[in-house]
């Protein structure tokens, strides 16, 4: 397999490391890797997604321990409240040019912050990049995904 499977992971040294020895990635990798049918932009979008995912539902789960804030949203509200947008997409520029008066040359790699462009604007549509030509295919799925979650938990309370 491609470059993929060296763990380039940034930040804790040690982690990294260990996950080296033990060779925990690479399966997990491999795992993945097997169920899109060894399509590397499906491991690289899975690897990446699943972040969101698991933030979202941490946040879930802080509304449903919330009695007061559980008895109050429907699965709709819930599953707004539990989206966030990925912390940073990559961008490469194809020619020169400035930002916020900031020059930068062609083939610079330029960071979106896009979670922290969605808090400061209020715009939603930063989430799934929903009005550009990388808007993410699963902008429907998770959503829905996230109202079962909470659909499913609060029932479960009721019976
Ligand atoms: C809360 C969850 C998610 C969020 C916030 C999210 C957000 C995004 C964003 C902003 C992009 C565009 C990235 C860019 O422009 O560089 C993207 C792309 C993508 N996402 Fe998601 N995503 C989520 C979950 C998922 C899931 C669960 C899957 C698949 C199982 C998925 C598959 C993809 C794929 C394949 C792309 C690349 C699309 C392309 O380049 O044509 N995403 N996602």
Redesign the pocket.
């Not at 989206?83 to 990925?86: Q, R, T």
């Given at each position: 397999m491609p470059s993929l499977f060296s763990s380039l992971a940034p930040g804790n040294t040690l982690r990294n490391l260990a996950w080296q020895v033990t060779g925990k990635v690479t399966r997990a990798k491999a795992l993945l890797a097997s169920m899109v049918g060894g399509d590397l932009?499906?491991v690289h979008?899975?690897s990446v997604?699943?972040h969101?995912?698991v933030k979202?539902l941490n946040q879930m789960r802080s509304l449903y321990l919330d009695v007061s804030v559980r008895q109050t949203l429907t699965p709709e509200m819930a599953s707004h409240r539990c989206?966030?947008?990925?912390g940073v997409?990559?961008r490469q520029a194809t020619s020169s040019g400035t930002v916020g008066g900031c020059p930068y040359s062609a083939g610079t790699l330029l960071l979106l912050e896009?979670e922290k462009a969605r808090q400061t604007s209020g715009d939603e549509s930063m989430?799934?990049?929903a009005d550009?030509w990388?808007?993410?295919?699963?902008e429907q799925?998770?959503p829905a995904m996230l109202e079962g979650v909470w659909r499913r938990a609060t029932s479960a309370e009721e019976r």
């Open positions: 932009a499906g979008a899975v997604a699943i969101n995912v979202g989206l966030f947008a990925p997409v990559l896009l989430i799934f990049l550009t990388s808007r993410c295919p699963a799925w998770v």
